[in-house]
């Protein structure tokens, strides 16, 4: 979306660690807005994009770009399986618990960003995957609330994942970019959002 007079942009790196084999609850980072946004003020945010780039700062094989590897590949060769792995990431006004209940029609949800890793059966005979497949789904904000998402609050970014193994206990940093428009909040805003807050 092109930036206008008024738009915002505003960033922010957050980190997590996957588990030992390349998994992560759910989990958050709190995209601070406290310097724009006020109830009590009236004092909002339009919230128009949302870019997310996830980085590996650590790789041992993309040394000099720190570039994140979107190939989940898994290290126990031989075993001759077919298996995935994921990544969600998206934003929020509203903590879920669990990310697997997140979805672009959950209340609250401004945007969210999917990443598929399909390793084929193992060629055991060289010990590599037959094939390798990737898939990336992103429902940004201009699709979901194209006339920008309203917000009185902090943001959350909200992380989980599957069977990544290429990021066995590593810290991998994720990237956030907003633009985003100040805006007064009218009345009628506010007891929409108290509304939709109570919804569940």
């Known amino acids: 979306m092109a930036k206008n007079s008024m738009d915002l942009i505003l960033r922010d790196r957050l980190q997590f660690t996957l588990n030992a084999t ?17 109830a009590l003020e009236r004092k909002g ?7 997310f780039q ?3 700062p650590t790789s041992t ?3 000099n770009t720190g ?20 990544l969600k990431i ?9 990310a697997d209940t997140v979805g672009i029609a959950s209340p609250d949800v401004i945007c969210i960003e999917e990443y598929l890793s399909y390793t084929g059966p193992y060629d055991l005979a060289v010990g590599l995957p037959g094939n390798l497949t990737l898939l990336r789904d992103k429902y940004g904000t201009p699709d979901l609330h194209p006339n920008g998402f309203p917000v009185v609050t902090d943001l959350l970014i909200g992380v989980a994942a599957d069977g990544w193994r290429t990021g ?16 007064s909040i009218t009345q009628k ?12």
Do not use: C, H
């Open 61 to 63: 094989t993309l040394t």
């Open 168 to 183: 066995d206990d590593q810290t991998l940093e994720l990237d956030v970019m907003l633009i985003a428009e100040p805006i």
């Open 54 to 56: 996830m980085r590996d």
């Open 22 to 38: 390349g998994g992560q609850t759910t989990v958050y980072g709190r995209f601070d807005l406290s310097d724009y946004v006020s």
């Open 90 to 98: 998206y934003a929020t006004t509203r903590a879920y618990e669990n």
């Open 45 to 51: 945010l339009s919230i128009k994009e949302v870019q």
């Open 67 to 86: 570039i994140w590897d979107q190939a989940a590949r898994f290290s126990a060769a031989g075993t001759g399986d077919t298996q995935s792995g994921g």
């Open 189 to 200: 805003q506010l007891t929409e959002m108290l509304v939709q807050g109570q919804d569940q």
